[in-house]
């Protein structure tokens, strides 16, 4: 039997991410425990919801795209720093996102794995302490 730790990472993978086995245990774990079904079943309405949403298509009303050339030519910055540091956040949270949806998607392809890993791709990158810098020798 598969605990909730085990199939926690399991729940927001779709089928067809999932081995055989992978799905075998989180289908038999989700049988036993209402908290993961009830977890399973609100990911797979978000997937739902998601698909739904991927398929719409809506025309903005008329005269957007002239209200936001006329603002964007009313704007002005006076300082190029400001420009630049602007630019610098977007591309901060820009990788941070990436990283954080290609560390979901290693999670779910490892089946729970990296967890063990730790934080050793952010500390390669220069972003964090080298893993095991605050562990506490004496536990």
Do not use: K
Request: proline share 8%.
């Amino acid at each position: 039997m598969t605990g909730c730790h085990e199939a926690r990472p399991l729940l927001p993978a779709r089928a067809e991410e999932l081995t055989p086995l992978q799905a075998q245990a989180r289908a038999n774990h989700v049988m036993a425990c209402s908290r993961c079904a009830a977890e399973a079943a609100a990911y797979s309405r978000l997937g739902h919801a998601l698909a739904v949403l991927g398929g719409l298509e809506a025309d903005p009303p008329d005269g957007t795209l002239e209200r936001l050339l006329v603002a964007i030519g009313r704007r002005r910055v006076a300082d190029p720093r400001v420009v630049v540091a602007a630019g610098s956040a977007g591309a901060l949270v820009a990788t941070i996102v990436v990283a954080h949806a290609l560390r979901q998607r290693s999670r779910r392809h490892l089946g729970g794995h990296l967890e063990r890993v730790g934080p050793w791709p952010l500390y390669l990158m220069g972003f964090g302490p080298r893993p095991g810098a605050f562990a506490n020798p004496g536990q």
